[in-house]
């Protein structure tokens, strides 16, 4: 099923579900060249998130800011291939709300443990705001916040549990959002752990 969340916004439920195991293997064998790790915000902070990144281009965060490159800063070598089948189920599901020719250069991959959260925020740091983002969720539910185009707005929560894909465009690409305290729990393909994969066109 489909759902719209605002104009440009959609959640397809369980979209993913089929691919879960796939999507797993693949994010195990990126994550061995291109460790899972916990960056730093530019004020200093260490996100309670672990991040790694594949695709042409990888988004990072550090003292100097945040930015999308083309090299790993842990070992300097470039991000891992992006894998076919996760270029082929961000194009389908784009394509499956009405956003043709979605071509990501990056998925950052973010992995949740037990506490990890993350506040509202935008994701600006694209260079064409034109083009969506797909997020692809995996493991333990999490409660998704989704706010509107300024921070003071109350956001909506959403579950997204594993499968589901959301597709944010248009008039939503610049919404706040973020995503509250995952709750210990154990998922039968992931154990203690939600990834979520967020597709985008970076450059
Ligand atoms: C709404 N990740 O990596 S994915 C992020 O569950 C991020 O890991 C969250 O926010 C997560 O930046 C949420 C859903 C998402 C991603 C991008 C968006 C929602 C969005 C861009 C605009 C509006
Ligand atoms: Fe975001």
Redesign the pocket.
């Given at each position: 099923t489909t759902e719209t969340l605002s104009e440009g916004a959609f959640v397809l439920r369980q979209f993913a579900s089929g691919k879960g195991q796939r999507l797993l293997d693949e994010i195990e064998k990126i994550t061995a060249s291109a460790p899972l790790r916990h960056m730093k915000t530019p004020g200093g902070h260490s996100m309670s998130v672990a991040m790694s990144c594949c695709g042409s281009w990888g988004w990072v965060t550090d003292a100097g800011g945040y930015r999308y490159q083309t090299t790993d800063p842990c070992s300097g070598a470039s991000w891992p291939a992006m894998p076919p089948v996760f270029t082929g189920l961000a194009r389908s599901a784009a394509l499956a709300v009405g956003y043709a020719d979605f071509t990501p250069d990056s998925c950052l991959i973010n992995r949740y443990e037990p506490g990890s959260k993350m506040g509202l925020?935008q994701?600006k740091d694209e260079q064409d705001l034109a083009q969506p983002i797909v997020s692809v969720s995996l493991g333990l539910p999490q409660v998704f916040q989704f706010g509107g185009l300024a921070r003071r707005e109350r956001p909506a929560s959403i579950p997204l549990s594993h499968g589901d894909v959301v597709v944010w465009g248009g008039p939503s690409r610049l919404r706040y959002?973020g995503v509250l305290t995952l709750k210990a729990g154990v998922h039968p393909l992931t154990g203690p752990w939600r990834y979520n994969l967020?597709f985008r066109c970076a450059r």
């Open positions: 925020h994701d959002h967020t």
